[in-house]
């Protein structure tokens, strides 16, 4: 495989159900990103992992919790969302030079929807 | 505070020109452009730093102004596979973080 890869592409669940995203990326980049894009709203950055360590929380609820343990692998836990949290979630991920944000590869993303 | 693009959506016969804009409050590093297709992730374009440079690929190029922080995305000649919402992303001096605008939808009929 190469690129981005995301799982599930589509995910529906009720507010008290717990709930996983995962992104592989297969390029060798060492930083992963996190997106949300909701209807008529720009991308919004979630959660940034540069080297595996996360360097950016945007002020994301609680309810939303990433993990990286390795450079290729990016996880997004999901528990008692809201119906406003469907969206499509967008996984990316880049070559970090230390000097500016590189190209970034986006997954097709997973569409959730909360009930 | 995101960049603001504009127009929010412009429709083009096959074979005429567009221009996309882009402008922010900060100073910026750089200027980043990709495009989405309707059901499908977000494709990069290109990217231009500062020092105002433009850049280009095949009809679809673009300029950045640093002294104003704004860049423009030009389509040239545009065909049918250039339909798609078109994004800027903009990066402000110490911020390393890519904050989008809302998109430019654009839409090529024959």
């Known amino acids: 495989e190469t690129g981005v890869t995301q799982t599930p592409r589509h995910l529906v669940m009720g507010m008290t159900n717990k709930k996983s995203l995962k992104c592989e990326q297969h390029l060798g980049h060492n930083a992963m990103y996190w997106y949300k894009q909701s209807a008529k709203k720009p991308l919004e950055l979630m959660f940034v992992y540069s080297l595996e360590e996360r360097v950016e929380n945007n002020s994301v609820p609680s309810r939303f919790s990433p993990e990286c343990p390795n450079s290729s692998h990016l996880f997004l836990h999901l528990h008692t969302l809201q119906p406003e949290d469907s969206a499509l979630y967008l996984c990316?991920?880049?070559?970090?030079?230390?000097?500016?944000?590189?190209?970034?590869?986006f997954g097709e993303g997973s569409r959730l929807t909360v009930l | 505070q995101q960049p603001v693009q504009s127009p929010q959506a412009v429709i083009l016969r096959e074979g005429e020109d567009a221009v996309i804009n882009c402008s922010s409050s900060?100073?910026?590093?750089?200027v980043h452009w990709y495009r989405q297709k309707h059901g499908e992730a977000p494709v990069f374009l290109m990217i231009l730093l500062k020092g105002g440079e433009q850049k280009g690929h095949d009809k679809i190029s673009a300029s950045f102004n640093e002294k104003k922080q704004q860049s423009s995305l030009y389509l040239t000649a545009s065909q049918l596979s250039y339909s798609g919402t078109y994004f800027c992303?903009?990066?402000?001096?110490?911020?390393?973080?890519?904050?989008f605008g809302t998109g430019t939808r654009l839409t090529i009929i024959p």
């Open positions: 900060k100073a910026l590093y750089s």
């Open positions: 990316a991920s880049s070559q970090d030079r230390g000097r500016g944000i590189g190209e970034l590869f």
């Open positions: 992303g903009t990066e402000a001096f110490g911020n390393e973080k890519l904050t």
